[in-house]
């Protein structure tokens, strides 16, 4: 799901290229209460990378164009681990993978898929405490699975400060511990997504206007999660449903759909075919 320098260069290129407005999250929402059919760009980035300070930042600086950055605080915190992050790289490289005598060898990638979404489904079904606990374990037990990809990968309050102070850059609420909602109870729910707005709001010094949901497809973010998102007070929150903006998306604000830019579709090519609407016709077709 990594996008590089590169090609967020030649998009935001082709933008200007093509007359697309690049345009913030503020801007987003007020043309779809207006019903402003004109084509537009709105990034999003999830959970609070370090690279997006490193290296989309100076990308954006250089384009002078906005951006929305959804933060799992307890990564910025260094309370929560990003264990999917050590989780892939662990994987990628090991021989074998596994804790004790549950430990699996890693021969092909179907090997390695399946390894993968075994010990991730460990993690989302866990809480925090758990999660914690069981970072350390792996690392213990396969040296690939390194503690500094869990914890040292994510933004400081610092950058998020002064990418803040730069106008282009506003910052979300992605939930405290990057949990499934859909797992949850409803009191955790709502602490999720109320501790998160508060801290991002203590540490930007503005309202926490947007919220997206982690594992935001529908069976991940569960019947409450859109409820609980409106009563806290958000403008609007996104999901993870692959379809462009339409003025009609105004009536369903805390159920916004994004197109994921992936490895596979990472070329303008695709951007084209996502901003013309074809690939959802196709799906209906």
Not at 21 to 36: G, P
């Amino acid at each position: 799901m990594a996008v590089t320098d590169v090609f967020l260069d030649a998009l935001l290129d082709h933008a200007k290229h093509r007359r697309i407005d690049v345009i913030s999250l503020d801007e987003c929402v007020a043309r779809l209460k207006v019903n402003d059919y004109s084509p537009f760009l709105c990034l999003t980035f999830d959970d609070g990378y370090r690279d997006n300070y490193d290296i989309a930042y100076p990308v954006l600086r250089k384009h002078d164009v906005p951006a929305a950055i959804f933060l799992a605080t307890a990564l910025l915190d260094r309370t929560g681990p990003m264990w999917w992050h050590p989780l892939e790289r662990a994987i990628s490289i090991s021989t074998e993978f596994g804790l004790g005598t549950d430990r699996q060898a890693l021969k092909t990638p179907l090997d390695r898929r399946i390894a993968y979404d075994k010990w991730a489904s460990y993690f989302r079904a866990s809480d925090l405490s758990e999660n914690v606990k069981l970072v350390h374990e792996l690392a213990a037990s396969n040296q690939h699975f390194l503690i500094s990809d869990a914890f040292e990968n994510a933004l400081e309050w610092g950058m998020v400060k002064e990418m803040t102070d730069s106008g282009l850059i506003t910052f979300g609420a992605h939930t405290v511990t990057h949990p499934v909602m859909a797992n949850l109870s409803e009191n955790k729910a709502i602490a999720e997504v109320v501790i998160s707005r508060d801290r991002v709001a203590e540490m930007t010094g503005s309202r926490t206007k947007y919220f997206a949901y982690p594992f935001g497809q529908p069976h991940e973010t569960g019947a409450q999660a859109h409820r609980i998102v409106a009563e806290a007070d958000f403008a609007a929150a996104f999901t993870t449903t692959p379809a462009t903006l339409k003025a009609s998306n105004s009536k369903y604000r805390f159920h916004l759909p994004r197109i994921m830019l992936t490895q596979e579709t990472q070329n303008i090519g695709c951007v084209n075919a996502y901003i013309s609407g074809l690939t959802e016709l196709i799906k209906r077709g």
